[in-house]
């Protein structure tokens, strides 16, 4: 079974400084997929970037970035120039191809620090 | 944003008494599921819907019940709440496309059992 553990419960960063959100996964496929959510404050689950794992290049959003270590089984988050607005719980998920479902990390809360 | 909505926001009931949760989307997509939120578990996935009356269980299934009928609509039944199942309540939806396995969830739900 596939599973997925972000091992820091709490993080804080600086506003306007970087912060790195770890996780790792634990798979035997070979063709899958990885994903950060955010849950802010409001409760409404959004997706912040997505991976797939046949893509050798790390995605982007905007200061969203991945660091996505295959071999190593390792899907990071970081964020650039953090916001007041990146305050939240983020999630990692996992997907692997031909399954119809995701399983979730148990979380990082994210504080940042005027 | 996706089109989903979740009704009602919030729900408090006694414990014994059946509930239903209601999914709607505007999205036309195939996969339909039902999370739920608790802390120190992140999302786990209690129902999923593979298309008009398909569903299969996830791995917290037991004492929910789903029903969908429509491809816009996906229901939730506890048949007869209990505490443990005072929660936050998401439903997602998904059309695990080549090009696109995430998913997109809807507000949320509370449910207190009292």
């Known amino acids: 079974a596939q599973t997925v553990t972000q091992s820091q419960p709490e993080m804080s960063v600086q506003e306007a400084e970087t912060v790195t959100l770890s996780c790792t996964y634990d798979?035997?496929?070979?063709?899958?997929?990885l994903f950060w959510y955010k849950q802010p404050p409001s409760r409404q689950m959004i997706l912040v970037i997505r991976q797939e794992a046949y893509k050798q290049q790390n995605a982007t959003e905007n200061r969203f970035s991945v660091n996505f270590q295959k071999a190593a089984k390792s899907f990071s988050l970081k964020i650039s120039d953090s916001q007041l607005g990146d305050a939240a719980m983020y999630f990692c998920?996992?997907?692997?191809?031909?399954?119809?479902?995701?399983?979730f990390g148990q979380g990082t809360r994210l504080t940042i620090n005027p | 944003d996706a089109g989903i909505t979740q009704s009602p926001r919030h729900k408090v009931t006694e414990t014994g008494t059946p509930v239903t949760l209601r999914c709607h989307q505007t999205e036309n997509h195939r996969y339909m599921y039902w999370y739920r939120q608790d802390p120190g578990h992140g999302l786990r996935l209690i129902h999923y819907s593979y298309g008009v009356k398909d569903t299969d269980k996830g791995e917290v299934s037991d004492g929910y019940s789903v029903s969908r009928s429509k491809t816009e609509d996906f229901l939730l039944t506890l048949e007869s709440a209990t505490s443990s199942q005072t929660s936050v309540y998401f439903c997602?939806?998904?059309?695990?496309?080549?090009?696109?396995?995430?998913?997109?969830f809807g507000p949320g739900t509370r449910l207190t059992v009292t």
């Open positions: 997602a939806i998904s059309e695990l496309d080549r090009f696109s396995y995430e998913q997109y």
């Open positions: 798979t035997s496929e070979s063709d899958y997929y």
């Open positions: 998920a996992f997907s692997h191809q031909g399954a119809q479902k995701l399983v």
